[in-house]
């Protein structure tokens, strides 16, 4: 038994809480830990059940074994205190593997560690205390179900880079969390985002993978600085009043000997060779139906939340963790599903207001749903489906779309099953894809920006919480590369650029400060088709609405300009046009409406008010619905009688 504190309360640590998968704190066990308040003195314990021995190597001992053989206490767990070791050194352990192998392995608990292609861990204090300011935010932080929600997806090491340097100079090709937070948070308000999204940070070794083929999970990578920096970066957001939602793989890592591959000289961590061991990108799966696998990934978890201050983590690859290698058709992966359900309650209940986010491309029911109603416990899921309906609609040529004109208005048949947010993430813009402006259909430039101005206003009036990634914003040709950073020139120097980086910023504005847009996202009588089905001229027409606010949203995805196009309405009422994606400050030829409309007493479909309305080539209206008042009726005197 170890007793552990944190945040006020004291926990008691167990091997069988362990074995159990019910562990969350398993790094305040596990690791390298000062015993005094002055950084001398570490105390080291490793779990390495089929090991023969486990000895401590490092910069106190000249990295020779057998100085500091480790002692096997409960469970296999090897234990070892080192008076002379201090904080800032570098370890690893050397074990003495079933089968006679001797591999030199980095802490896979390490806080910290070098920066590639070197791998040992650092000895690290790991002190949150010292360093957060943020008790209000954390007190008033929300899951956002009924607030917006508008996130700003990014990778650290490419957002800006330092000038003049190369990958050749190492660690000086990227800016620190110290360097990169006050220019990021300023862009970010500037932009009305309400979150960041960091993409992975957890230790990785190879740039290409973004740090989604993890080494070390529970050190911050070296890349961008310390882990205190780290923290400074988080609460630096949260004085701005930005979230900081972390990205993670919690299904998969590296196969690099010197990280958790046959720890031990067995299959620890992993699947024993078979067809499920490995991933489809030449990683290895996490076994979790071990106890102590489950236990390693929640304290992973709860270790960002506790010790980062993170306010939530977007969870990658979750389909690969439901169904047998991601494969609906070798079936649910029984054991996986009731890890996501364990460590999701766990979390939830133990960290205030935490958002848990699934990438999870299939149709598994009730990713969102609570634990006790017989779902995964997920916050939030991506809406893939939305996503490769969209783009693939906005590829068509619109002689054609029609045809396919159930590719934009599908998504609200399934909407509310699950809790979604609409992702145009990194992984729609690299490898050959395309990026976002370039997927439009048509060579022709203006066009182009047309369309992905609707299809951003679109995006942005749809229900649901929003994800762009890095650069989306700038309507960039260029696919992200990790190399290079954002492709800032073009609004300076290119006017199609700079007028749809204020169409995006002030689109943004517009659906973060009013309620109809994001109050009942997931509420049925928050949205409200007016037609779907004009698969002839090619436009969508609906309302998003909350008590006391009403917008109506007019989609033309045509190249053609429509002068009279009637809509239907519910009430007698005045339609304002509060934002035109046609509006020659964002680049259109400014075919508007730049009066009130108002309705007539005239049935269109099933509509018994409507209006006319203009719409632009590719040009989507947002109106604002003032309903006029009708008159009271006078109440009739009755006569008294005696």
């Given at each position: ?375 995964l416990g997920f916050d939030y899921k991506w809406d893939m489906g939305w996503m490769n309906d969209t783009l693939e609609y906005l590829k068509i040529d619109p002689l054609f779309r029609k045809g396919s004109h159930n590719k934009i ?234």
């Open positions: 038994m170890f007793i552990t504190s944190g945040d006020g309360e004291m926990a008691v640590f167990t091997m069988d809480k362990y074995y159990s998968g019910t562990c969350c704190d398993a790094y305040k066990y596990f690791g390298a830990h000062p015993v005094s308040d002055d950084d001398s003195g570490i105390l080291f314990r490793v779990y390495a059940p089929a090991a023969q021995g486990v000895d401590v190597i490092g910069e106190f001992n000249g990295w020779n074994g057998g100085y500091h053989p480790m002692n096997r206490i409960d469970g296999g767990v090897y234990e070892l205190c080192i008076p002379e070791a201090r904080v800032g050194q570098l370890y690893k352990f050397r074990v003495y593997q079933q089968g006679g192998t001797v591999v030199d392995k980095s802490d896979p608990y390490a806080f910290y560690s070098e920066l590639r292609p070197d791998t040992a861990s650092i000895i690290t204090r790991i002190s949150p205390e010292r360093v957060f300011h943020d008790a209000e935010w954390m007190t008033k932080r929300s899951k956002c179900y009924d607030k917006p929600l508008n996130i700003y997806e990014m990778h650290m090491g490419s957002w800006k880079k330092p000038q003049g340097k190369s990958p050749a100079d190492g660690k000086a090709q990227w800016f620190s969390y110290d360097e990169v937070a006050d220019d990021l948070i300023r862009y970010v308000k500037e932009n009305n985002f309400t979150h960041i999204e960091v993409m992975p940070l957890a230790e990785f070794p190879f740039d290409g993978s973004w740090g989604y083929q993890a080494s070390q999970y529970y050190s911050a990578t070296s890349r961008y600085g310390t882990p205190e920096q780290l923290m400074r970066f988080v609460d630096k957001c949260h004085t701005a009043g930005i979230g900081v939602i972390i990205d993670f793989a919690f299904v998969h890592f590296v196969k690099d000997n010197y990280s958790l591959a046959k720890f031990d000289g067995t299959y620890l961590y992993e699947y024993p060779p078979s067809d499920v061991n490995q991933s489809e990108w030449g990683t290895y799966n996490f076994n979790v139906s071990r106890g102590e696998v489950q236990s390693f990934l929640i304290s992973c978890a709860a270790f960002w939340l506790d010790a980062y201050h993170f306010d939530g983590i977007r969870m990658d690859a979750i389909n690969n963790g439901i169904y047998w290698m991601g494969n609906k058709d070798r079936g649910v992966n029984d054991r996986s599903v009731e890890f996501f359900k364990k460590m999701n309650s766990i979390l939830d209940s133990k960290f205030h207001n935490i958002m848990l986010i699934a990438e999870d491309s299939s149709d598994y029911p009730g990713v969102t749903k609570p634990v006790d109603e017989g779902g208005n599908w998504s609200m048949a399934y909407f509310y099953y699950e809790r979604f947010i609409l992702p145009l993430s990194h992984d729609e813009v690299v490898h050959g894809k395309a990026t976002v402006v370039q997927k439009m259909w048509g060579g022709d430039y203006a066009n182009k920006f047309a369309q992905v101005r609707t299809l951003y206003a679109y995006m942005f009036t749809h229900p649901g919480k929003k994800l762009n990634f890095m650069g989306n914003e700038l309507g960039m040709f260029r696919e992200w590369d990790e190399t290079k950073e954002l492709d800032w020139f073009l609004i300076n120097d290119y006017e199609m650029h700079r007028c749809f980086h204020r169409f995006f910023r002030e689109l943004g504005a517009l659906t973060t400060q009013n309620p109809a847009f994001y109050e009942k996202d997931y509420e049925e009588d928050g949205f409200l088709w007016i037609d779907a089905d004009d698969g002839d001229n090619n436009v969508y027409s609906y309302y998003r609405m909350t008590d006391g606010q009403k917008y109506v949203i007019v989609c033309n995805m045509a190249p053609v300009c429509r002068e009279n196009y009637r809509i239907g309405l519910k009430d007698a009422c005045t339609l304002t046009e509060v934002l035109n994606t046609d509006f020659e400050i964002y680049g259109g030829k400014g075919i508007t409406n730049a009066y009130p409309v108002k309705s007539e007493p005239v049935p269109h479909k099933q509509w018994l008010n409507s209006a006319e309305i203009r719409l632009a080539p590719f040009g989507t209206c947002i109106f604002e619905v003032k309903e006029e008042l009708k008159p009271k009726k006078k109440k009739s005197k009755k006569l008294i009688t005696p």
